[in-house]
């Protein structure tokens, strides 16, 4: 009986072997610890009737499954009796790709959801400690390079968290009576420039506009989360079903540019990012140092440096200075 053909036109065995070749491309202990790596696969998926391969699945439904596959390894390992990190779950998933790109298969673990499922990687000993069921927490990942910080094994949020939203009537006690309502007072407890920051509060009235406006987005906001503890990020809601959802930068983008343009306008030059700079760049124009800079108001930490833009002016003169500047004696004393 002949091994019959496939779409290529070359036979079931020439397809194996080409397989076989290239899956024993690497040594043999590095294919043993990929081999293991498949197996965890194979039994993971096969439990949850989901094809080894993930054949003829969609891109987003891949990238699913491979996520439930990560969260599982934080939660409970692979065999090993309890959590691991992210730096083991990264070598499992490396093995499995070595097979997938043997057969022929995609495996995408370079795709953005997962590398940052994996960069918000908790320590073994912390999902319990956080005291919330693990399934609410898969949104929070999703987006986890937006709302969270991970920092020598400890685990921050830098979003503004529900309780740091209170919505406050005319005597200032906190209300969530839309009639009663008239400001809300938002506590900025941490951002990405301001680590170590005092905590600032910032206060908004009504607008006067029937819908665009802080105290009726915050009431909204709030009815939205129904029974979520209140130390998570407020971005975190739940959806149709109760499943926990998480409003991400690119949601709130999308809305934006799509309000735009049902408006006439350009979609292109509207963003969820204001256009102004930023307190710490304009520190940096006017040549005042860093040092200065850093230990000024919010910015205790260095972080601002990351998001500080070089401006013209710093720039404008530098090639002249390089070929024009002093060629004296340059030794330290």
Known sequence: MGAGNGKDGRSRDDRYLATYIRAHSVADSTYQQYERALNKWHVWASRRGISIWLADYPLAV????????????FRFGYG????IRSETIMTVLHGIRHF??????????????????????????EPASLQF?????????????????ISNGKFTWFA???????VVD?????????????????????????QNGVPMTRMLSRSGHSFLCPVFGALILHQSRKNLLANIPAAVFLARGGTPSCVSTSDVSDIIKHAAAEVGHDPRVFSSHS??????????????DALTIQFHGRWVSDAFKTYTRLCKESVATLSSSMVTGQRGDSTLH
């Open 100 to 125: 997938f790109a043997a057969a022929g298969y995609e495996f995408p673990i370079t795709h953005p959801h997962i590398r940052m499922l994996l960069k918000a990687a908790l320590t073994p000993c």
């Open 170 to 194: 005319r005597v200032g006690q906190p209300t969530l009576n839309p009639s009663q309502a008239q400001s809300v007072c938002m506590s900025l407890i941490a951002s990405k420039t301001n």
């Open 62 to 73: 891949q990238v699913q499954h491979i996520s439930e596959f990560v969260l599982h390894g």
């Open 160 to 166: 503004v968290r529900a309780q740091d939203i209170v």
């Open 80 to 83: 090993s009796g309890g959590p």
């Open 275 to 288: 256009l102004h700079s930023g307190g710490a760049t304009h520190m940096y124009r006017s040549g005042t």
């Open 133 to 149: 069921p693990w399934s609410s927490w898969k949104p929070i990942f999703a987006a986890s390079t937006e709302i969270v910080a």
